[in-house]
């Protein structure tokens, strides 16, 4: 008898009655076991954002111990116009003066008049030599090679010490020009014809001089110096000077310093992470009687633990020699952090050197002149979110513990359904075969009631 025919008998025992003994009984056996899942869910739900959170932290400590935020330089020129400066990191912190009197150019040849770009330059066969300061280089030619030829081949074999080009002056007027690659004097630019002297004279005694070659010339602190190059980066370690513009008198401020901003970035990007998570683990900390405003690992000690421990840290980070509020990072009650930029500045304009150890570990020297070797708040607190985020540590197996505990309900709620399932089966059998007792025993009665009715229906 199927189980969808229950109760057709008796009217009894039909499949409503199994479907609310059996609703009973999964609230009884499964819906506790779903409720523990959803929580189990909620939390590795939350666990990823937290653990995100926390990698953006330690990222961010990395890039301020590893990257070297103090020894970032900014250079500054008071005109930038006449000389630009730029300065590589731990290059030295220093303020001084120029005055540029002369700027380096090039040796610029220029040769005779040609009628056209393809007008021929030699009458036969020969051979000439082009000097570029000590540099000598010798070219062939002959009655068909023309001007455009010879500034292909000077470009192509002498290019890294002198650049040809033809320049039109006029209709009909084609000249070559002999440029310098490098600046500086000694860069003095010559065409010698072989001893057949085929060549056009246009381009040897016909040769004129556009622009000498000279020196850079500029007073570093009133010293005079000489350079061939407007670019100077061998005049101090690590810093870069440009020469652009040349006016006897003129003094120009170069300055170079730590670069702040830079510093300022590298903090506050790091306390920017460091508040969002924890902010993210206030609200999934958070205590309260209303089950909807508790937070999902309000009784969590792992992640309670993690919280109180990276707070309790900035507490006592320092290495003894100060506080982080003494250089200008600050925490509030929620254990947010905050930058105060002119605090961090005073300190650093005090002692640049002692801030850096503090931060990222040296050498910091006391008010009294002593001196101590710390690890750096940053290294310090690198070290302890380390702890936490860094691969196979405690967020790593407390996520596991939350898998292990998923995989072993999700198994509970398995054989509970199973073993609802497979009683309930059971059950309906049982209530076919007593439906059908009933039945049979409804017939009998009714059999019997009509036989009664009809003996005394006779003897009336």
């Given at each position: 008898?199927?189980?969808?025919?229950?109760?057709?008998?008796?009217?009894?025992?039909?499949?409503?009655?199994?479907?609310?003994?059996?609703?009973?009984?999964?609230?009884?056996?499964?819906?506790?076991?779903?409720?523990?899942?959803?929580?189990?869910?909620?939390?590795?739900?939350?666990?990823?954002?937290?653990?995100?959170?926390?990698?953006?932290?330690?990222?961010?400590?990395?890039?301020?111990?590893?990257?070297?935020?103090?020894?970032?330089?900014?250079?500054?020129?008071?005109?930038?116009?006449?000389?630009?400066?730029?300065?590589?990191?731990?290059?030295?912190?220093?303020?001084?003066?120029?005055?540029?009197?002369?700027?380096?150019?090039?040796?610029?040849?220029?040769?005779?008049?040609?009628?056209?770009?393809?007008?021929?330059?030699?009458?036969?066969?020969?051979?000439?030599?082009?000097?570029?300061?000590?540099?000598?280089?010798?070219?062939?030619?002959?009655?068909?090679?023309?001007?455009?030829?010879?500034?292909?081949?000077?470009?192509?074999?002498?290019?890294?010490?002198?650049?040809?080009?033809?320049?039109?002056?006029?209709?009909?007027?084609?000249?070559?020009?002999?440029?310098?690659?490098?600046?500086?004097?000694?860069?003095?630019?010559?065409?010698?014809?072989?001893?057949?002297?085929?060549?056009?004279?246009?381009?040897?005694?016909?040769?004129?001089?556009?622009?000498?070659?000279?020196?850079?010339?500029?007073?570093?602190?009133?010293?005079?110096?000489?350079?061939?190059?407007?670019?100077?980066?061998?005049?101090?370690?690590?810093?870069?000077?440009?020469?652009?513009?040349?006016?006897?008198?003129?003094?120009?401020?170069?300055?170079?310093?730590?670069?702040?901003?830079?510093?300022?970035?590298?903090?506050?990007?790091?306390?920017?992470?460091?508040?969002?998570?924890?902010?993210?683990?206030?609200?999934?900390?958070?205590?309260?009687?209303?089950?909807?405003?508790?937070?999902?690992?309000?009784?969590?000690?792992?992640?309670?633990?993690?919280?109180?421990?990276?707070?309790?840290?900035?507490?006592?980070?320092?290495?003894?020699?100060?506080?982080?509020?003494?250089?200008?990072?600050?925490?509030?009650?929620?254990?947010?952090?905050?930058?105060?930029?002119?605090?961090?500045?005073?300190?650093?304009?005090?002692?640049?050197?002692?801030?850096?150890?503090?931060?990222?570990?040296?050498?910091?020297?006391?008010?009294?002149?002593?001196?101590?070797?710390?690890?750096?708040?940053?290294?310090?607190?690198?070290?302890?979110?380390?702890?936490?985020?860094?691969?196979?540590?405690?967020?790593?197996?407390?996520?596991?513990?939350?898998?292990?505990?998923?995989?072993?309900?999700?198994?509970?709620?398995?054989?509970?359904?199973?073993?609802?399932?497979?009683?309930?089966?059971?059950?309906?059998?049982?209530?076919?075969?007593?439906?059908?007792?009933?039945?049979?025993?409804?017939?009998a009665s009714d059999m019997f009631s009509q036989m009664i009715n009809a003996e005394i229906a006779a003897n009336r």
């Amino acid at each position: 008898m199927g189980v969808s025919s229950l109760g057709a008998g008796s009217s009894i025992l039909t499949q409503d009655v199994i479907d609310q003994l059996k609703a009973a009984d999964e609230a009884k056996f499964v819906a506790p076991v779903d409720a523990r899942l959803k929580t189990q869910n909620s939390k590795i739900a939350a666990y990823d954002v937290v653990d995100a959170y926390m990698d953006n932290v330690y990222e961010s400590l990395k890039s301020l111990t590893e990257y070297g935020i103090f020894e970032s330089r900014a250079a500054s020129s008071s005109n930038e116009d006449a000389v630009s400066v730029s300065a590589k990191e731990s290059s030295d912190i220093q303020d001084f003066t120029l005055e540029v009197t002369e700027l380096a150019t090039k040796e610029i040849e220029q040769s005779g008049k040609f009628n056209t770009r393809d007008a021929k330059i030699a009458s036969d066969i020969g051979t000439f030599e082009l000097a570029v300061g000590s540099e000598k280089i010798t070219f062939s030619y002959n009655g068909d090679t023309s001007l455009e030829n010879l500034k292909d081949m000077i470009n192509k074999d002498a290019g890294d010490s002198v650049n040809a080009t033809i320049v039109q002056v006029s209709s009909g007027d084609f000249r070559l020009l002999l440029s310098a690659a490098n600046t500086g004097t000694g860069q003095a630019i010559s065409i010698t014809d072989d001893a057949g002297g085929h060549l056009d004279t246009d381009l040897t005694t016909g040769m004129a001089n556009v622009q000498h070659a000279k020196d850079a010339e500029f007073k570093f602190n009133g010293v005079a110096i000489v350079r061939t190059s407007n670019s100077v980066d061998d005049l101090l370690s690590g810093v870069t000077l440009t020469l652009k513009e040349a006016e006897v008198g003129k003094i120009i401020n170069v300055s170079v310093k730590q670069n702040r901003e830079y510093i300022e970035e590298r903090m506050t990007n790091f306390i920017d992470k460091y508040n969002s998570a924890i902010t993210q683990l206030n609200t999934d900390t958070k205590s309260s009687q209303k089950a909807s405003e508790r937070g999902v690992f309000s009784s969590d000690s792992t992640i309670k633990g993690m919280k109180s421990s990276l707070i309790n840290m900035l507490s006592v980070v320092g290495g003894g020699v100060g506080k982080l509020e003494d250089f200008g990072i600050e925490l509030d009650d929620t254990g947010r952090l905050s930058l105060d930029s002119t605090k961090l500045g005073e300190k650093l304009d005090e002692d640049a050197i002692s801030v850096q150890a503090f931060f990222v570990g040296g050498t910091f020297t006391n008010e009294n002149g002593t001196t101590k070797e710390v690890d750096g708040v940053f290294t310090e607190l690198e070290a302890e979110v380390a702890k936490y985020s860094k691969y196979g540590n405690i967020l790593d197996d407390y996520k596991e513990s939350i898998d292990i505990r998923i995989e072993s309900l999700n198994s509970q709620r398995e054989k509970a359904v199973e073993r609802l399932n497979a009683n309930y089966e059971i059950m309906a059998k049982r209530f076919a075969a007593y439906d059908l007792i009933i039945s049979r025993f409804n017939t009998a009665s009714d059999m019997f009631s009509q036989m009664i009715n009809a003996e005394i229906a006779a003897n009336r």
